[in-house]
């Protein structure tokens, strides 16, 4: 199920939408330099939360659409036989992260990006038998969040099978937030939705994301 959330109230804490940000020296300098400055706080700090996973860029184009935030993710989950060498039934998950301000966000945005998002797919999506996943993820960052909007992107699923499943798949998902009133939703396979929910911690998982995968496709 998608999830929506907001919260707001008088309580004291830190800035809505904001959190504390890595010291830059606690990250190994290949790190460092590889995350660009966005002149945002607020998606400094969404970067803070990808970096160790995302390969990161700012302003960024695709088909005539720019966005201040790009985020690439590329693994590969194998089997292996005494030796890495020795490996079989190598599978393959990407996911394409596409995020950018807006004041306003609206259902004719979002369903523009739906769009594009299948231009993405056509063009960087390599079907075959070692192809898992991939998602094409589109956030929108707003000042507030209409319930026209919510309502549209609460539940949306858009996920098409490649030669019916056997190349795999690849997955459109949308997230909106507006931080400032601490709110936020996304669509339902969107798991990437925490790291933009910066007023709430990120709870480590009980194993990490690879065994977790792993245990989904095998099982």
Same mark, same amino acid.
């Given at each position: 199920?998608?999830?929506?959330?907001?919260?707001? !109230?008088?309580?004291?804490?830190?800035?809505?939408?904001?959190?504390?940000?890595?010291?830059?020296?606690?990250? +190994?300098?290949?790190?460092?330099?590889?995350? +660009?400055?966005?002149?945002?706080?607020?998606?400094?700090?969404?970067?803070?939360?990808?970096?160790?996973?995302?390969?990161?860029?700012?302003?960024?184009?695709?088909?005539?659409?720019?966005?201040?935030?790009?985020? @690439? /993710?590329?693994?590969?989950?194998?089997?292996?036989?005494? =030796?890495?060498?020795?490996?079989?039934?190598?599978?393959?998950?990407?996911?394409?992260?596409?995020?950018?301000?807006?004041?306003?966000?609206? &259902?004719?945005?979002?369903?523009? /990006?739906?769009?594009?998002? =299948?231009?993405?797919?056509?063009?960087?999506?390599?079907?075959?038998?070692? =192809?898992? !996943?991939?998602?094409?993820?589109?956030?929108?960052?707003?000042?507030? /969040?209409?319930?026209?909007?919510?309502?549209?992107?609460?539940?949306?699923?858009?996920?098409?099978?490649?030669?019916?499943?056997?190349?795999? =798949?690849?997955? &459109?998902?949308?997230?909106?937030?507006?931080?400032?009133?601490?709110?936020?939703?996304?669509? @339902?396979?969107?798991?990437?939705?925490?790291?933009?929910?910066?007023?709430?911690?990120?709870?480590?998982?009980?194993?990490?994301?690879?065994?977790?995968?792993?245990?989904?496709?095998?099982?």
């Amino acid at each position: 199920m998608a999830e929506r959330d907001s919260s707001g !109230g008088e309580d004291e804490g830190p800035k809505p939408g904001t959190a504390p940000r890595h010291d830059p020296e606690e990250l +190994p300098a290949e790190i460092r330099e590889g995350v +660009p400055d966005y002149d945002d706080e607020y998606l400094d700090r969404v970067s803070d939360r990808l970096l160790y996973s995302y390969d990161l860029d700012a302003d960024y184009a695709v088909d005539g659409e720019r966005f201040e935030l790009y985020a @690439e /993710l590329r693994m590969r989950n194998q089997k292996q036989f005494l =030796h890495p060498a020795l490996s079989y039934a190598d599978h393959e998950t990407k996911e394409y992260l596409f995020a950018r301000r807006v004041a306003t966000p609206t &259902v004719g945005e979002l369903k523009r /990006l739906v769009d594009l998002g =299948h231009e993405v797919a056509d063009e960087r999506v390599e079907g075959d038998e070692q =192809h898992y !996943g991939t998602d094409v993820t589109f956030v929108l960052v707003g000042d507030r /969040l209409p319930e026209a909007v919510a309502d549209f992107v609460d539940g949306f699923r858009d996920r098409t099978l490649l030669k019916f499943g056997y190349y795999g =798949h690849y997955e &459109v998902n949308l997230i909106v937030v507006a931080p400032e009133t601490e709110s936020i939703v996304a669509s @339902e396979a969107a798991g990437i939705a925490d790291a933009f929910r910066l007023w709430e911690p990120v709870e480590p998982p009980d194993e990490g994301f690879f065994s977790r995968f792993a245990k989904r496709f095998w099982r």
